[in-house]
């Protein structure tokens, strides 16, 4: 069976980038820095950036490339008993990550239609917890199935099927050929719309205004290296599998370059627009800027429908900022979608299509809880154990398994060989010894938290239950897929590096 390749280099770009920006790059990376010094948290950020995040996406592209195949399927031509650790990414990712993802992407799209009228009114807090989520108080509270949220979860459910049917070059290549520009418009015409706003500049000096005194704190080194990690797409199989679409001739370094530029880059861009509009706020309700700046969800769900009801013209801000997340968010998530599918068409050989079509069932089947009134109780247990340990995890294991139980030096050569930017021995010192000492100390200062108070208020119970098993299910998955025999001769097939 050939394998599919990306009609262009610059198609393989954009799927890369459309996978790195997600919801994340608008919301959660202006927040940080804001809370850990402004314009000095650049700092930390770019030296992250340059010693984890770029070699450990060039280790990712290598892989796919050099082992040609899927997460599973590259770890198993390094070293077959390490199958496994290309299943467990792809599966928690998929039905973990993927699951509550969309069902943010579907709040989007909600918040995208209601912006025309405004439809959240003068209260957005009691409108999004009350009216819209109807949240429960317990994550065992579950309740009933939200209807706005289960209609927008059928269109994204529908949108991720029908752009992953269509295969490599007319599916996920042409959508992001789409969604990528439509994106960089969208948030330019946001940019520029808010810096003109009364007391934007208040938001920029907030958001930029450097205080060096952070950096000593290790928790800012710490959230720099984590925030590179997760917004890079690393650990979730996807820029490998992505990258074993490419042709023989590929310059990986390059585009490793230009996708965490590009990546990082639109997340700096897009603060302008989050903090001018939370400045506007600011003067516009005569209150200092800490009181109206919210993290995560609250910033694009309850801060952002407040000020947008205050601007003028406010209704077609909103709806170009909601539809804006909802293209970063489907960029996304049709990746790792992509990722799994292709993980299984690699292993047994199934038909693409039907693959795809039952995969989006069982994730669509599968996200509905989140819809629920528990839902984002779920969404909060879940993420956090999946994002902080799950990909953490993987990524220390993933620079083990290449570091030390493979010549890494091959991999190194066949990513020179086709690059344009040469890798030194300092790669194979970041890749084998300063990455998983960094993610390391990441991993063991979240144990320490974890088992110092439950997460976030939670019960003992619905920690171990909805967090802790939800990985231990995912694990167990994992080594039972990887303990099937290959029904393609994929894991047979020769690479393109050095196997002596």
């Given at each position: 069976?050939?394998?599919?390749?990306?009609?262009?280099?610059?198609?393989f770009?954009?799927?890369?980038?459309?996978?790195?920006i997600?919801?994340?790059?608008?919301?959660?990376?202006?927040?940080?820095?804001?809370?850990?010094?402004?314009?000095?948290?650049?700092?930390?950020?770019?030296?992250?950036?340059?010693?984890?995040?770029?070699?450990?996406?060039?280790?990712?592209?290598?892989?796919?490339?050099?082992?040609?195949?899927?997460?599973?399927?590259?770890?198993?031509?390094?070293?077959?008993?390490?199958?496994?650790?290309?299943?467990?990414?792809?599966?928690?990712v998929?039905?973990?990550?993927?699951?509550?993802?969309?069902?943010?992407?579907?709040?989007?799209?909600?918040?995208?239609?209601?912006?025309?009228?405004?439809?959240?009114?003068?209260?957005?807090?009691?409108?999004?917890?009350?009216?819209?989520?109807?949240?429960?108080?317990?994550?065992?509270?579950?309740?009933?199935?939200?209807?706005?949220?289960?209609?927008?979860?059928?269109?994204?459910?529908?949108l991720?099927?029908?752009?992953?049917?269509?295969?490599?070059?007319?599916?996920?290549?042409?959508?992001?050929?789409?969604?990528?520009?439509?994106?960089?418009?969208?948030?330019?015409?946001?940019?520029?719309?808010?810096?003109?706003?009364?007391?934007?500049?208040?938001?920029?000096?907030?958001?930029?205004?450097?205080?060096?005194?952070?950096?000593?704190?290790?928790?800012?080194?710490?959230?720099?290296?984590?925030?590179?990690?997760?917004?890079?797409?690393?650990?979730?199989?996807?820029?490998?599998?992505?990258?074993?679409?490419?042709?023989?001739?590929?310059?990986?370094?390059?585009?490793?370059?230009?996708?965490?530029?590009?990546?990082?880059?639109?997340?700096?861009?897009?603060?302008?627009?989050?903090?001018?509009?939370?400045?506007?706020?600011?003067?516009?309700?005569?209150?200092?800027?800490?009181?109206?700046?919210?993290?995560?969800?609250?910033?694009?769900?309850?801060?952002?429908?407040?000020?947008?009801?205050?601007?003028?013209?406010?209704?077609?801000?909103?709806?170009?900022?909601?539809?804006?997340?909802?293209?970063?968010?489907?960029?996304?998530?049709?990746?790792?979608?992509?990722?799994?599918?292709?993980?299984?068409?690699?292993?047994?050989?199934?038909?693409?299509?039907?693959?795809?079509?039952?995969?989006?069932?069982?994730?669509?089947?599968?996200?509905?809880?989140?819809?629920?009134?528990?839902?984002?109780?779920?969404?909060?247990i879940?993420?956090?154990?999946?994002?902080?340990?799950?990909?953490?995890?993987?990524?220390?294991?993933?620079?083990?398994?290449v570091?030390?139980?493979?010549?890494?030096d091959?991999?190194?050569?066949?990513?020179?060989?086709?690059?344009?930017?040469?890798l030194?021995?300092?790669?194979?010192?970041?890749i084998?010894?300063?990455?998983?000492?960094?993610?390391?100390?990441?991993?063991?200062?979240?144990?320490?938290?974890?088992?110092?108070?439950?997460?976030?208020?939670?019960?003992?119970?619905?920690?171990?239950?909805?967090g802790?098993?939800?990985?231990?299910?995912?694990?167990?998955?994992?080594?039972?897929?990887?303990?099937?025999?290959?029904?393609?001769?994929?894991?047979?097939?020769?690479?393109?590096?050095?196997?002596?």
């Open positions: 069976m050939k394998r599919e390749q990306w009609k262009s280099q610059t198609g770009l954009l799927a890369a980038v459309g996978s790195a997600g919801l994340g790059n608008i919301w959660r990376f202006s927040y940080m820095a804001y809370s850990h010094g402004g314009g000095a948290f650049l700092i930390p950020y770019i030296i992250a950036l340059m010693t984890a995040g770029i070699p450990l996406l060039i280790l990712e592209f290598g892989i796919g490339h050099e082992r040609i195949g899927s997460a599973p399927l590259a770890y198993a031509k390094i070293r077959r008993n390490w199958e496994w650790l290309g299943w467990w990414a792809v599966t928690f998929m039905f973990g990550i993927e699951l509550y993802y969309s069902v943010i992407i579907s709040w989007c799209l909600n918040f995208f239609m209601l912006s025309f009228n405004l439809g959240w009114g003068d209260d957005p807090n009691t409108f999004f917890f009350e009216d819209f989520l109807a949240m429960s108080d317990a994550p065992s509270d579950i309740g009933n199935v939200r209807s706005p949220i289960l209609i927008g979860l059928i269109v994204v459910w529908f991720n099927w029908l752009i992953i049917y269509r295969g490599i070059q007319k599916g996920i290549e042409l959508a992001n050929r789409i969604f990528m520009p439509t994106l960089f418009v969208l948030t330019a015409v946001l940019v520029f719309w808010s810096l003109s706003l009364e007391g934007a500049m208040t938001g920029i000096r907030a958001y930029l205004s450097p205080d060096f005194s952070q950096l000593s704190s290790p928790a800012v080194w710490i959230d720099a290296y984590s925030q590179i990690f997760f917004t890079l797409s690393l650990g979730f199989g996807i820029m490998i599998a992505y990258a074993s679409y490419l042709p023989a001739k590929a310059n990986i370094t390059k585009y490793a370059l230009l996708t965490a530029a590009l990546n990082s880059g639109f997340s700096l861009f897009a603060g302008f627009a989050v903090f001018s509009v939370l400045g506007f706020m600011a003067v516009s309700q005569q209150l200092p800027i800490d009181e109206v700046v919210r993290e995560s969800i609250g910033l694009a769900f309850i801060a952002y429908p407040k000020a947008i009801s205050l601007m003028p013209g406010g209704n077609i801000f909103g709806a170009i900022f909601f539809l804006s997340l909802f293209v970063a968010g489907l960029s996304s998530s049709i990746s790792i979608i992509e990722a799994f599918t292709s993980a299984i068409v690699d292993k047994f050989g199934f038909n693409r299509k039907s693959v795809v079509t039952a995969v989006c069932c069982i994730g669509f089947a599968g996200s509905i809880i989140f819809a629920t009134n528990a839902g984002i109780h779920w969404l909060d879940v993420d956090h154990f999946l994002t902080h340990y799950g990909l953490v995890v993987v990524g220390v294991f993933e620079c083990i398994l570091g030390w139980f493979f010549r890494l091959i991999l190194r050569k066949h990513i020179n060989s086709v690059s344009s930017f040469k030194g021995t300092w790669w194979n010192l970041l084998k010894y300063f990455i998983p000492l960094v993610l390391g100390v990441i991993l063991v200062g979240d144990l320490y938290n974890e088992l110092s108070k439950p997460y976030s208020g939670y019960t003992w119970a619905s920690i171990i239950l909805i802790r098993d939800w990985i231990l299910i995912t694990v167990i998955v994992a080594f039972w897929i990887a303990s099937k025999d290959w029904k393609t001769d994929e894991h047979l097939k020769p690479v393109r590096g050095e196997t002596k």
